[in-house]
C-alpha cells in the first residue's frame, strides 16, 4: 500500500512538472475551437505531445481520420484514457473539452511516469465528435474499446460529481447529463434530461408493487432544469431506499432502483461515454470549474473553460485520473471487482 502511495505522488509531480505546458496546450485548444469531425488541429497536437514524449501513436482509427490511438507500455492491464476535443458551433469550446483532451493527455503521461514499475499498457485515446454524432458510439461499433481494463475521462462542469450515483448508507444522488437547447427555436438539437429523470420516477413507481412489503423508496428531483424555455441539460434526484434486512436492500432494491434510472438513461441516449461503458468498466466524473447556475454549452462557461478554475480543474483531473491508474494497474482484487460490478450491471 505503501508503494501505491509512492506511485501516486509520482504522478502528481509529473502534472505538477508539466503544468506550464499542458495550460498552454489546453489554451492553444480553446483558441483554435474545431467543431464535430473537423479538429484536425487538436487531435494532431495532442497526438504529437504523446508522441514526442514516447507514446505508440495510430491515427485516423476507426476510420475517423480525427480520431487517434496512442499507447505506451505492453500486456495486461490496459487502462485508457479519453480525450475529447470537438467544440460546439458558434459557442467555441463552452463545454470545455479542452480541458477533457489536454487533462487526458496528462493522465496518460503521468501514468506512463510509473508505468515501468506497475507494468501493463497505458492508452490515451482521441475520441472525435462528443458533441454531434457521437464518435464514441462510432469506435465501440468499431472495436476501438475491446480488451480494455476500464476507460476513463473527467468532465468539467458546474459542480464536483465523483460517480454519477453515489452510494452512502443506500442514499442515491443521481444524475443526468443532455444537452441544453432552447425549447421552442430548436428543441431537436436537444437532449432532454429531465424527460429521463421523469422515466426513471415512472419506471420506480411502476417497481414499487414487485417489492417487498417493508421496502421503501422515497426521493425528490433536486434539479429539474433552470429556465423553461431551456431544455434541461443537467437534472439530479436524491433517493432513499430503505428495507428491513440488509442483504435485500443491498442486493436486490438497490439494483432494481439503479436499473430503473439506467433504462431511463438509455431512453434518452445520454453522452456517448455511455456506448463505452457498455463495452468495458467507465468512469466519467465531473469537476467544477463553473459555480452551479451556469451550465455547460454558454459563452459564460466557455470563459471559464480559459481562466485559472479551468486550469485547476484540468490539473485535478490529469490527477485525479491517473491515481485511479494507478490503483487499477496495482490491484488485481479491485480489477476484479470491477469485473464482477461491471459483469453483474451492478
Ligand atoms: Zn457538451
Ligand atoms: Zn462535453
Known amino acids: 500500500m505503501a508503494d501505491r502511495d509512492r506511485l501516486k505522488e509520482q504522478v502528481i509531480a509529473e502534472v505538477d512538472r508539466r503544468r506550464d505546458e499542458l495550460i498552454a496546450l489546453s489554451l492553444k485548444i480553446h483558441a483554435n475551437p474545431e467543431i464535430a469531425f473537423q479538429e484536425e488541429k487538436a487531435s494532431a497536437w495532442l497526438a504529437d505531445y504523446l508522441e514526442s514524449e514516447g507514446f505508440a501513436v495510430e491515427r485516423g482509427i476507426c476510420q475517423l481520420p480525427t480520431a487517434f490511438r496512442a499507447s505506451y507500455g505492453k500486456g495486461e492491464p490496459r487502462v485508457a484514457f479519453l480525450a475529447e476535443y470537438d467544440a460546439l458551433p458558434g459557442v467555441g469550446h463552452g463545454c470545455g473539452h479542452n480541458i477533457i483532451g489536454t487533462a487526458s493527455a496528462a493522465a496518460g503521461l503521468a501514468a506512463k511516469a510509473v508505468a515501468g514499475e506497475t507494468g501493463g499498457t497505458v492508452l490515451v485515446i482521441g475520441t472525435p465528435a462528443e458533441e ?25 462542469g458546474n459542480r464536483d460529481v465523483a460517480v454519477s450515483y453515489a452510494l452512502a448508507c443506500l442514499e442515491l444522488n443521481v444524475e443526468y447529463h443532455g444537452k441544453a437547447a432552447h425549447a421552442a427555436a430548436r428543441p431537436e438539437a436537444g437532449l432532454n434530461a429531465l424527460d429521463a429523470m421523469v422515466a426513471a420516477f415512472v419506471n420506480i413507481g411502476l417497481l414499487r408493487q414487485q417489492l417487498r412489503d417493508s421496502a421503501r423508496v422515497h426521493g425528490i428531483i433536486t434539479d429539474g432544469g433552470q429556465a423553461v424555455n431551456v431544455i434541461p441539460h443537467h437534472t439530479a434526484a436524491s433517493l432513499l431506499l430503505r428495507a428491513e434486512e440488509d442483504a435485500y436492500l ?12 439506467q433504462a431511463a438513461a438509455q431512453a434518452m441516449g445520454s453522452t456517448d461515454m455511455g456506448n463505452v461503458s457498455a463495452t468495458v468498466p467507465a468512469i466519467h466524473p465531473s469537476v467544477a470549474v463553473a459555480p452551479p447556475d451556469i451550465p455547460i454549452h454558454t459563452e459564460a462557461f466557455r470563459d471559464l473553460a480559459a481562466s485559472e478554475a479551468g486550469h485547476g480543474a484540468l490539473l485535478d483531473s490529469a490527477k485525479a485520473l491517473a491515481m485511479t491508474a494507478v490503483d487499477v494497474l496495482t490491484d488485481a482484487g479491485l480489477r476484479q471487482r470491477m469485473r464482477r460490478e461491471f459483469e453483474g450491471g451492478g
Open 250 to 261: 443491498d442486493e436486490s432494491l438497490k439494483g432494481k432502483v439503479l436499473a430503473c434510472f
Open 132 to 156: 454531434a454524432a457521437g464518435g464514441k458510439v462510432y469506435m465501440a461499433a468499431r472495436g476501438a474499446f475491446q480488451g480494455l481494463t476500464c476507460a476513463m475521462m473527467a468532465h468539467p
